[in-house]
């Protein structure tokens, strides 16, 4: 471990390059300002109990996930110190976002743990990050109701140059069905469990099922449900609802991303939520359960600019980072990147959780029953 604590080399020591942008359960996400760091967002650990430490969750990524993926289908991570009192000021600041009426309420009273010493450099994945010097013209960030979808667009101009940039973020989830599910199933993990939860599922939310079909209507299908009808983008841009469908559906087809999240859900849990045990078994089984909750980060590039500007987000451009796809006779630079591969809590608490959402889908006929308003995974 004290090697690893030793590869942090980079240190946070300017809580005015800080700003809050998103939280979790358990980490709190801000974005630094600072030149040294822009291209990076800082995850920070909430102080709570049970939680695994930064080193651990560092280097469990390390250890267990990273090996599991081509180099580059995960978001870069690099450990930074932290000091307390750096953390101490976040935490002034989370109280004045609580009294602003800024943070979400069921956020309320939870704050970083100022005994940690680390945080987490994450690779920025929003649209804005991609850097030019080119003068913002707009910039958005749209959620897609009944779908765990959100797009972020921006769009930067100049004497008729453009770079346009979306990112869809989305969880992929249960990629493969549940080894607990009856054989007669007929919804996936999923989507039963969407169903259960509504009790009343009446619109359409992506099958997981859907985007390892390799079947073109079923991945255009889940491709709808991520993404918003329409876009409050002005007229004349290249990110049309309609070529972010076609790119997507095409990229989701043939990358490899979400074929091998389902391989290793699938290979990692060789028995099933109720019957998990041994220490050999029960990290791999946690491992399964880390990629079914990851998020995906799927960015397209356009762009416009000459090629003495196009050096400056060629690492977007480069082989082995971005697919190449054409629409209506335009170029897209297409990439995706996992993240959010936190190891999850092997306690008893969280296994009996997990396996409580098994029986109320079993005994509850959620992966056997009809639905007149949502046709089956299967």
Known sequence: MNNLAESATAEI??????????????????????NQHSVYLLRLRKKLPSQPSTLDVYSFNRDHILPLFAPDMVASMQLVKIDGAVLQQLNNGLDV??????RDQKRHGTVLDTGESYGILVENMT???????????????????DSSGVLSYAVREDRGKKLEVAVLEFKPKWLTQSKDAPENWKYCRTCALRRYRAKDASKYAFCPLDLVSGSRKRVEKSV?????????IKSGTMLTVERLRRILTDFIINTEVFKTLAHIQDTMDKYGVMDASGSEESTNFLTAMTVRDCTAFVRIIYSELDEDKLSEIKEYYADGRSTH???DGYYFAVSCRLADLDIKDGSGTKRSYW?????????GGWYTSDDALIAPCR
């Not at 990050?129 to 897609?144: C, Y």
């Not at 991520?226 to 409050?232: I, Y």
């Open 13 to 34: 020591t300017d809580v005015s390059s800080l700003t809050f942008i998103a939280e979790g359960a358990a980490n709190i996400i801000y974005k630094i300002s600072d």
């Open 97 to 102: 976002l609580e009294r602003d009426g800024i």
């Open 127 to 145: 649209a804005e990050s991609v850097r030019s010097d080119l003068p913002m013209k707009f910039s958005g960030r749209e959620e897609v109701m």
């Open 224 to 232: 709808r449900a991520l993404l918003p009808n329409q876009l409050d």
């Open 325 to 327: 796809i054409e629409v």
């Open 355 to 363: 396996q409580s959402i098994e029986n109320n889908l079993n005994l």
